[in-house]
């Protein structure tokens, strides 16, 4: 149970119950970050920018590659909620169960190759408190891997905005 009162959706402003809706009508209810980030129509608008952009919106970063990060960041934050989302969400862009596991399991236990590897650990690292140690040389590592800037940037936003929904969920205590 959260750890203030999340709104219900008779409490949303008009605006947000047009995009509440068709998420009622389907799933029958509304997740508890949703509740959350209603409470403010700012925050909520400007964060389903960042989820549309970087993880539904085809990008330079396959969605495999977004989901892995997704979640190798919200477990090595501790994000249950964003955990147990983001499984249902890899299923449904077609990561098998044993793939999933594979990725919870850490990044060498995930069968691809090095380079995606790289680019997995060069995020969970860009994930840590001390994300300002890194250096020119610590990009320029991924980048001879063959990874463009643009892939490079997307992968520390996705890291960023993982960042972000953690700190939201595990703060007002969502999915416990």
Avoid: W
């Amino acid at each position: 149970m959260a750890h203030i009162k999340l709104p219900e959706f008779e409490e949303m402003t008009p605006a947000i119950q047009e995009r509440a809706r068709p998420i009622l009508e389907k799933t029958g209810k509304l997740g508890e970050i949703f509740k959350l980030m209603a409470m403010d129509e700012k925050i909520y608008f400007a964060t389903d920018m960042m989820i549309q952009k970087y993880l539904l919106d085809e990008t330079t970063l396959s969605y495999d590659t977004k989901e892995a990060i997704a979640l190798l960041v919200s477990k090595e934050n501790g994000c249950k909620m964003c955990v147990d989302v983001h499984k249902g969400i890899a299923k449904m862009l077609g990561l098998s169960d044993e793939k999933i596991e594979k990725i919870l399991e850490g990044v060498d236990a995930i069968d691809t190759d090095a380079k995606e590897k790289a680019l997995l650990n060069f995020c969970l690292r860009a994930a840590q408190k001390d994300s300002y140690k890194m250096l020119k040389e610590d990009i320029d590592a991924i980048r001879d891997l063959g990874y463009s800037d643009a892939q490079i940037l997307e992968a520390v936003a996705i890291t960023g905005y993982f960042n972000y929904i953690n700190t939201l969920s595990n703060v007002f205590g969502l999915g416990q």
